[in-house]
């Protein structure tokens, strides 16, 4: 984390991982989570925003398309959020009817923090390879200091191995638009089927079908269930009846939903059905 003034607090979306906390108690930095809204999208809530906001708020964190949400917000919605840092590492995973819009266009209202990732547009996982990208055409943020932070916060982690960083050169410059489009095309495909099948399942509700990514957060109502005591406890006996693991919601911030994957298709339809089965 390059803020290190106490007093300061960044806002991150109440859907998150544990990891953003973490960082920011590092550096002394306050925490405040904005709420999202399943039934339009997973939008995010301005009035909560304009709640939260004040003059110690140093950044507002989007994720888009959205992790683990896999919504992708459309250019008047990220306009309206005006936010200042910003994670795209799934930026180039979209199927949906939505197009993906790069927060840098919206350089000029405020200055942008972009942040990306090797793993997913090249289906990687585990390369822990990264950028992150200025658009700062007013150099608030070398003004400030914080790109020359930026700069020393590159020497923080360990680099990554050495075969990845030889393979990098090899894997931008070869792959073809026809791969991205056949992954885009194979995780359409998985998410139709996921949706139609999940629909099956009366415990289930899945607000918002997936216009993103490679998961789908699904709502848990714990009134068809009996013997049920929340999210966490519907996770561990699944895994323990019928050998399949899902995650709670409860790890990112949502309690009694559940995030599913559609990437292994067709394995998750019969993972569907033992779900099925078990509920």
Not at 4 to 10: A, Y
Not at 18 to 40: I, Q
Not at 56 to 71: E, F, K, L, Q, S
Not at 161 to 184: D, W, Y
């Amino acid at each position: 984390m390059i803020f290190l003034t106490s007093f300061l607090q960044m806002m991150f979306p109440y859907t998150r991982g544990p990891f953003y906390e973490a960082r920011a108690a590092c550096s002394n930095v306050e925490v405040r989570h904005f709420d999202l809204l399943p039934e339009k999208g997973w939008e995010v809530d301005l009035e909560s925003v304009k709640a939260l906001v004040d003059d110690n708020t140093i950044a507002i964190v989007i994720i888009n398309p959205g992790n683990p949400c896999r919504n992708v917000f459309t250019s008047e919605h990220l306009q309206e959020v005006g936010v200042k840092l910003y994670t795209t590492v799934y930026s180039h995973l979209c199927f949906g009817s939505k197009p993906f819009v790069p927060m840098g266009v919206f350089g000029s209202i405020t200055p942008i923090l972009t942040l990306g990732s090797i793993s997913k547009r090249w289906i990687i996982p585990g390369w822990r390879l990264g950028w992150i990208a200025m658009v700062d055409p007013s150099s608030v943020l070398k003004k400030s200091g914080i790109a020359e932070c930026l700069q020393s916060y590159l020497e923080y982690s360990a680099n990554p191995a050495t075969i990845v960083q030889g393979a990098v050169p090899h894997i931008l410059e070869k792959m073809t638009k026809e791969f991205f489009s056949n992954i885009n095309n194979v995780l359409k495909e998985a998410v139709d089927a996921f949706h139609t099948k999940v629909q099956e399942i009366p415990c289930f509700t899945c607000p918002y079908k997936p216009d993103g990514a490679m998961s789908v957060m699904i709502k848990l109502n714990l009134s068809f269930l009996e013997g049920i005591n929340d999210d966490m406890d519907f996770c561990t006996k699944l895994a323990h009846e019928e050998s399949v693991i899902i995650l709670p919601g409860m790890i990112v911030g949502l309690k009694n939903w559940l995030r599913l994957t559609f990437a292994v298709e067709p394995a998750i339809l019969e993972g569907l059905e033992r779900i099925k089965a078990f509920a």
